[in-house]
């Protein structure tokens, strides 16, 4: 294995399955725990970032688990025989750019048969959807399945020359955010990397990055990534990123409504279009910051943005406030008039809220709370 | 003019799915929406307004502040100009010019003699 990646000459993500065997799968691994003061737990992920990452292996063999794939990644690749970084692949598998791309898809439901069967739907441990027995174990063909999305984002990311160039100067840490951040180039999947991004600056101790992180990865409908159920199943993940929000919240720009819907209406620039949609165009740089507009009035010092969707799209993009193209429309008075019945309907304040969840993809999903 | 809401719509247009649609049967239009239920499934509701001498749609950019005050809500425009060029016995005759804002989605008007709220 490390030969493998040697022969990279060790500054390349080049694809290389991450842990053959489970020997290796352990190795340097074990020595390194992430320390985090936040209490805080993501269940899909099967990793306990307040302590150790936990380990599974699949039920269907003896193979080193899914889960196993992922904790070790934001674990480490530590060889401790040579004390040095192994540089590879987050995930683990074969190079192959974008490949399937048609049959990664997570299920949104079960057909008669399944139902019968006793399987339900379960999230997988990015967040995704994936169909379990009554142990919550998932099937075998869905770990085949799992396996493949995988092989996508990892794949996509090649594709786009986005690959991952570890720098010996930086931590590891660094270059884990930096290998993480690739993977939410991946249409639909972006929020895995997002969450997972957002995970590992909770372990930091980084709320600020960590808030960032998370609202990049509010779910959206539209994915073709049933994203939407990731906040939900990680509820857990909420007493962390409240701080993480707090953070964010530092910020100024106030959202005026508790609740908004992923798709654009069609009367706008945007037409028809979901919030993810948009939030891949920037970061594809199919659009830029500039071409988002987003209009805000102003109120005893707080920004209360009007255009809930298109700031949502830019925080799903990753782009800083400082780099948004906000739009003053204090003293307007259709826009005044609006924010005033729009905070009223809400029930909130002129202060505005932090919070909001994304409707379309089912209730108690996709919250930030 | 005065703008008075009659009845608030419990349903956001915030948690729209998509764009309301005006759809005529008879002398009758109803304003539909869809919107995300409790259960997270896409529910389907409609305001009907009966006897209907016209309706209009206006998006924001067309919008005049008046129009603000029928936020989400079924509303009704007192001295209306709409109704006005019409001819003036329409009033008389128990028209009244409703109109309606969805945020984001602009405003919906009709000139009816009743409305019935959603079931």
Redesign the interface.
Known sequence: MADEINGFEGLFWDGTVLFPDESEATDGAESENIENPVNVVVNQAGIDVGGELQSSTDQSDNQPGIIDKVAAFLKGGLNTETQTYLVVDPFGLPADPAPHEDTWADPDELTEQQKNDGLTIGIDPLGGTWIVNSNDDPIPEEIDRFNRKLEYIDGYARALGKTFVYDPNASFEQNLHKALELGGFAPGVGATADLANAVVYLSEGNYKEAGYSAIAAVPLAGDAFAAGRITNKAGKVVDGLSKAAEEVAGSSIKFT?T???V?F????TFSGKTIGELANDLRTGVLKSTDVPVEYIERDSVKLVVN?RSSLVLRRAGIPETEWNLVNKTGD??TE??VT??LA??ELTEEGTDAIRV???????SSLE | MQVEKVYIIKELAQDFVKDPQIKTTDNNAMLIYEYEGESGDTETKGITFNDVLASKHTTEMGMEVYMVKAYNAVSVVENSQWSKEFGESITEQGYKHFIVYFDDFGAYEFLAKTFEKPE
């Open positions: 409504q609740t908004a819907s798709r209406s069609r009367n706008g809930t008075a259709f008039s609006k019945e729009r309907r809400n409707t379309g993809s089912g209730k108690n999903v």
